[in-house]
């Protein structure tokens, strides 16, 4: 039984992530703005009212946690914005990079007390942020926002590699959620089974790699 805690975890990837969770024995912590009937009929504890964006919304979650260990912390709260480049709205861009590129690393930060020897932090971050596999261009604030995240996991990865706690930057697939308005290549049921097996096989000598959930290792 492993503890993790789960961010973005009212719809999406990060609510079928936590019922997968459940379902095999894991104890989670469902952390989410506000929650939903999917989430709470899941029977978890879920610690609502939380802003990944906001510090002082995430001090008081490390207040409520404190004294708890995480075996895992799943960051995988994100957005998708538009922004082509005709239409640039750059406070839209920015939004994106509070929430995919720095809520990541502050999240992970604050919760850094909770972690040790052995634990680990995934990240949900996109292939749309390798700048390798940019061959369609476009969507400036998430790409932008997702490659600075790639940068944020590597360094957690170096810096976190001597208390023993792996990071992994996990690309989910192209995956029916509200973010892709319910178009892509697989539900989201087969996306969290596959990234759940990337996060289980992760050892700290892969510390910092980017996974496709296909376990394809992704370019940077
Ligand atoms: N779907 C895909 O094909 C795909 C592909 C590549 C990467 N990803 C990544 O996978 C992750 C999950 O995506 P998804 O498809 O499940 O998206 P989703 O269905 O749109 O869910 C997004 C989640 O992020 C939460 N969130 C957004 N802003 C937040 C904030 N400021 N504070 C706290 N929570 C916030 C949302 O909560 P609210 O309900 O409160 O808004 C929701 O729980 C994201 O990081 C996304 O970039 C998805």
Request: charged share 25%; with cysteine.
């Amino acid at each position: 039984m492993q503890r993790v805690l789960v961010t973005g975890a009212n719809r999406g990837i990060g609510l079928e992530l936590c019922k997968q969770l459940k379902t095999r024995g894991d104890e989670v912590i469902a952390v989410c703005r506000q929650s939903s009937p999917a989430l709470d009929a899941l029977g978890l504890r879920v610690e609502d009212s939380i802003d990944v964006t906001d510090a002082e919304s995430l001090a008081g979650l490390a207040q409520r946690l404190e004294g708890v260990r995480l075996d895992l912390l799943i960051n995988c709260a994100g957005i998708m914005g538009r922004n082509s480049l005709d239409k640039l709205d750059v406070e839209s861009i920015r939004k994106q990079f509070e929430v995919n590129a720095i809520a990541p690393l502050r999240v992970s930060t604050t919760l850094l007390p909770l972690l040790g020897e052995g634990s680990k932090i995934a990240i949900i971050t996109s292939r749309m942020g390798s700048i390798a596999d940019n061959d369609s261009g476009g969507a400036y604030g998430y790409r932008m926002s997702k490659a600075a995240v790639n940068m944020a996991g590597k360094s957690l990865a170096i810096d976190l590699r001597e208390q023993g706690i792996a990071v992994a930057l996990l690309h989910p697939g192209w995956v029916r959620t509200d973010m892709t308005g319910h178009t892509g290549l697989i539900d989201s049921d087969e996306s969290a089974k596959t990234l759940l097996a990337r996060i289980d096989s992760l050892q700290l000598s892969e510390t910092g790699a980017f996974w496709h959930q296909n376990g394809e290792a992704l370019p940077w």
